[in-house]
């Protein structure tokens, strides 16, 4: 089976500044999807940004990059030149297959210091 | 552009009660999923759906039933509410069940099990 594991409750970034949130995933299959979501206070899940398995070049989406780690089973996630409005929980996610299920990792919540 | 509606937003009930949560999507798509959200465990899936008229069971099905009867709509029954099943609920859409295709989420339902 498949497991998201975000092993940072809590970090927090000094505005303007870089951060890095960790993820690792654990799965037996070749072809497969990586997300990170952001949820806001307002509960809205957000999708960030997305990394297809099959492409070795990291995504980016503005501020927002990934270092995707196949071999290690790591996908981080790093947000540069923070902002107020980046604080949030930001969620792993893992999707496989045709069943369109998503296992989530446990969460990291972002605080920005002004 | 409403995209996933869910309601209500938040409820209180009492143990034994049943309730009906809903969720429509206005983007003709195909699949439809319901997660549950618990501090410290990320998301799980709940129950999910390919199409209308199919419906299958995700990570914790036990104490929900589901029916999809049309394309829009995907409610989430609790046949007789229990403290364990309080949590805040989601329901995403997706063009289809291939991670390849965005899910939009809905705003989350609160729900207290008293």
């Known amino acids: 089976a498949q497991t998201v594991t975000q092993s940072q409750p809590e970090m927090s970034v000094q505005e303007a500044e870089t951060v890095t949130l960790s993820c690792t995933y654990d799965t037996s299959e070749s072809d497969y999807y990586l997300f990170w979501y952001k949820q806001p206070p307002s509960r809205q899940m957000i999708l960030v940004i997305r990394q297809e398995a099959y492409k070795q070049q990291n995504a980016t989406e503005n501020r927002f990059s990934v270092n995707f780690q196949k071999a290690a089973k790591s996908f981080s996630l790093k947000i540069s030149d923070s902002q107020l409005g980046d604080a949030a929980m930001y969620f792993c996610?893992?999707?496989?297959?045709?069943?369109?299920?998503?296992?989530f990792g446990q969460g990291t919540t972002l605080q920005v210091k002004p | 552009n409403a995209g996933v509606t869910q309601t209500p937003k938040f409820q209180v009930l009492k143990t034994g009660q049943s309730m009906t949560l809903q969720c429509a999507q206005d983007m003709n798509h195909e699949y439809m999923s319901w997660y549950r959200q618990d501090p410290g465990m990320g998301l799980r899936l709940i129950h999910y759906?390919?199409?209308?008229?199919?419906?299958d069971q995700g990570e914790v099905p036990n104490g929900y039933n589901v029916s999809r009867s049309t394309t829009e709509d995907f409610p989430l029954r609790l046949l007789s509410a229990a403290p364990s099943q309080t949590s805040v609920y989601f329901c995403?859409?997706?063009?289809?069940?291939?991670?390849?295709?965005?899910?939009?989420f809905g705003q989350g339902t609160r729900l207290t099990v008293v």
């Open positions: 759906s390919v199409g209308a008229g199919i419906t």
């Open positions: 996610a893992y999707g496989s297959g045709n069943t369109g299920k998503l296992i």
């Open positions: 995403a859409s997706s063009q289809t069940a291939n991670p390849n295709t965005e899910a939009f």
